[in-house]
């Protein structure tokens, strides 16, 4: 704990807890824009840098043509502001970027630049979140906040936009199926890969297929092979150590190629399964046995190769047959082309025969993986025709956001040395709304939220029971009264804190993960739907409404005909 002088001359104890670093070395406070530099230069050369200043970091309309969002990003800002330095190496380079008029006085001034005077508030990070509401307020130093904007609408937004199409695929799929992450090789970057796996992960995916994601936030990670394993082996002859141990040490097969051999012949003899096939890929068999030699204990065999029915699934379930006779269980297989609905209702009934004709247990309800270019449409597709895939795989269409490029949050100047300022535009989706601000998320009888509210500071909080105006912000016929049966603010100090305020600890990503799940079941299901859902609303306080409007007026100028 560190001590500080507060405004009134009093000392105050701000909590000082060591923070790691972002995740990516490239945030640093050189990941902006020129013009946040340029701006803190001006503010310093007025005067006005150490002007205490009051920013919102909200959006103005919810993704894919859905009415939710999920908030992400949250954590990324705290690590970046808890670490906040420029260097040596920033200023000499700031040097040669601004202007040679700069004075040396401003360089002097950001080489004691910390964040040590910034306060941030935000709605906890897996939050479902709706558009006007604050994710983050900012309060500080307008030039040292100023600072802050861009880096942190680059950790919120795409992380946010992610999180929520993450969401919607989830949401689409149902909460039985696997959702696996397979986006790294089409995302756009490094660390668009890196970060599309951590806030798939956060949105409701169960796995990714990126190691280094895996390694930095504990994300389980699964994968087997590709096309190009099952296309490297020419003939089982290839197949050199041929032994494989059963599960229990007890016993070893020597000639494991020989006895998947005689198992792919029993399984052609079957009358219930003859006629699907006569003779199989071998160079595919080869390939599955080998992987299988390799990996007893988790055998998953991609089997579109060559021919689904006629080869991937038989020679699959040979090799599943010939591991079970060693008391090892197989995975199952994974489609990446063709009519994924068809296909996986063949193998089911395939593997189904195979159970009841040889008493396998078990060996129906193998799982069932697809991949191929899969996205929300797709799944809701594979739903109305029936299928009995178990597990998707989604890469390009999650990762990169295909529906929708970016989320459009904004850091808007909302009061500066205690008085509230507005933004004022001819669209009325981006006049800001004015004030430190409190908000709060109103549930009614049935537990489900039923209309989100911002509040001025000072104002009274809504109480359980009482009677509430909430006012649409701009439209005067758009009000109503709530009663509310639980109140939940949602604004809460995450930096930096102090004893008799404690800053909200940064939760493990399994945790916001569980939040962000918890949070879409308590939401009502109109607002979910993918077709057509019902708005949520979002209101403010009678007050706020009747002070945005006067300040609207006050600060709009008046024209004049002539």
Same mark, same amino acid.
């Given at each position: 704990?560190?001590?500080?002088?507060?405004?009134?001359?009093?000392?105050?104890?701000?909590?000082?807890?060591?923070?790691?670093?972002?995740?990516?070395?490239?945030?640093?406070?050189?990941?902006?824009?020129?013009?946040?530099?340029?701006?803190?230069?001006?503010?310093? /050369?007025?005067?006005?840098?150490?002007?205490?200043?009051?920013?919102?970091?909200?959006?103005? @309309?919810?993704?894919?043509g859905g009415e939710y969002t999920i908030f992400a990003g949250l954590e990324e800002c705290i690590r970046f502001i808890a670490n906040f330095k420029i260097t040596e190496e920033d200023i000499s380079f700031l040097r040669y970027a601004l202007p040679s008029t700069c004075e040396d006085g401003f360089f002097k001034y950001l080489r004691g630049v910390d964040c040590s005077d910034v306060k941030v508030y935000a709605i906890a990070e897996g939050s479902v979140v709706f558009p006007k509401v604050p994710l983050l307020r900012v309060e500080g130093p307008i030039s040292i906040v100023q600072l802050l904007e861009t880096p942190f609408l680059n950790l919120v937004n795409?992380?946010?936009?992610?999180?929520?199409?993450?969401? @919607?695929?989830?949401?689409?799929?149902?909460?039985?199926?696997?959702?696996?992450?397979?986006?790294?090789?089409?995302?756009?970057?490094?660390?668009?890969?890196?970060?599309?796996?951590?806030?798939?992960?956060?949105?409701?995916?169960?796995?990714?297929?990126?190691?280094?994601?895996?390694?930095?936030?504990?994300?389980?990670?699964?994968?087997?092979?590709?096309?190009a394993f099952v296309s490297s082996f020419m003939s089982p002859d290839e197949i050199i150590e041929k032994s494989l141990r059963s599960s229990d040490g007890s016993s070893t097969c020597e000639d494991f190629v020989s006895l998947v051999q005689t198992w792919l012949s029993k399984i052609e003899w079957l009358p219930s399964l003859r006629g699907i096939f006569s003779e199989t890929n071998q160079s595919e068999l080869a390939a599955f046995t080998s992987y299988a030699l390799a990996f007893p204990s988790s055998f998953l065999a991609?089997?579109?190769?060559?021919?689904?029915?006629?080869?991937?699934?038989?020679? %699959?379930?040979?090799?599943?047959?010939?591991?079970?006779?060693?008391?090892?269980?197989?995975?199952?297989?994974?489609?990446?082309?063709?009519?994924l609905a068809y296909f996986s209702c063949?193998?089911?009934?395939? %593997? @189904?025969?195979?159970? /009841?004709?040889?008493g396998v247990p078990g060996f129906g309800k193998l799982s069932i993986t697809a991949s191929n270019d899969l996205n929300e449409e797709t799944l809701d597709a594979l739903n109305k025709q029936g299928h009995e895939i178990d597990a998707f795989g989604i890469g390009t269409y999650v990762v990169t956001c295909y529906a929708q490029a970016a989320l459009g949050c904004v850091f808007k100047l909302v009061e500066i040395n205690n008085q509230p300022r507005?933004?004022?535009?001819?669209?009325?989706?981006?006049?800001?709304?004015?004030?430190?601000?409190?908000?709060?998320?109103?549930?009614?009888?049935?537990?489900?939220?039923?209309?989100?509210?911002?509040?001025?500071?000072?104002?009274?909080?809504?109480?359980?029971?009482?009677?509430?105006?909430? @006012?649409?912000?701009f439209n005067e016929s758009k009000r109503a009264y709530v009663v509310p049966q639980f109140v939940e603010e949602l604004l809460k100090c995450y930096w930096p804190g102090t004893p008799d305020k404690p800053r909200e600890e940064l939760p493990a990503l399994h945790k916001i993960r569980e939040r962000c799940m918890n949070q879409l079941e308590q939401m009502r299901p109109d607002h979910m739907r993918r077709l057509n859902p019902t708005?949520?609303?979002?209101?403010?306080?009678?007050?706020?409404?009747?002070f945005i409007h006067f300040l609207w007026l006050n600060e709009a100028p008046v024209g004049e005909l002539q």
């Open positions: 704990m560190d001590m500080e002088v507060a405004a009134n001359g009093s000392t105050v104890e701000i909590q000082r807890l060591v923070i790691d670093e972002p995740t990516n070395p490239m945030v640093t406070p050189m990941l902006t824009d020129l013009y946040q530099f340029t701006m803190a230069y001006a503010y310093w /050369k007025a005067g006005k840098h150490d002007e205490r200043a009051v920013f919102d970091l909200y959006f103005r @309309r919810n993704p894919f795409y992380a946010s936009l992610v999180a929520t199409n993450a969401a @919607r695929h989830r949401f689409v799929a149902g909460k039985s199926k696997v959702l696996l992450e397979f986006g790294l090789r089409r995302a756009q970057g490094p660390d668009g890969g890196i970060s599309a796996s951590k806030y798939c992960y956060l949105g409701g995916f169960d796995a990714t297929s990126n190691v280094a994601a895996g390694r930095l936030f504990g994300i389980p990670i699964r994968g087997t092979h590709s096309h991609l089997v579109d190769t060559y021919d689904v029915l006629k080869s991937g699934v038989p020679n %699959f379930c040979a090799v599943a047959l010939a591991l079970s006779d060693l008391g090892y269980k197989a995975i199952g297989i994974r489609l990446d082309s063709g009519d063949e193998a089911r009934k395939f %593997f @189904r025969e195979i159970e /009841k004709e040889f507005i933004k004022l535009s001819e669209d009325v989706s981006k006049v800001s709304i004015p004030c430190k601000k409190r908000c709060y998320r109103l549930y009614g009888r049935e537990g489900y939220p039923l209309v989100d509210i911002m509040t001025g500071e000072n104002e009274p909080p809504p109480k359980v029971g009482e009677r509430l105006l909430c @006012r649409h912000p708005p949520y609303k979002v209101s403010v306080s009678a007050k706020l409404y009747d």
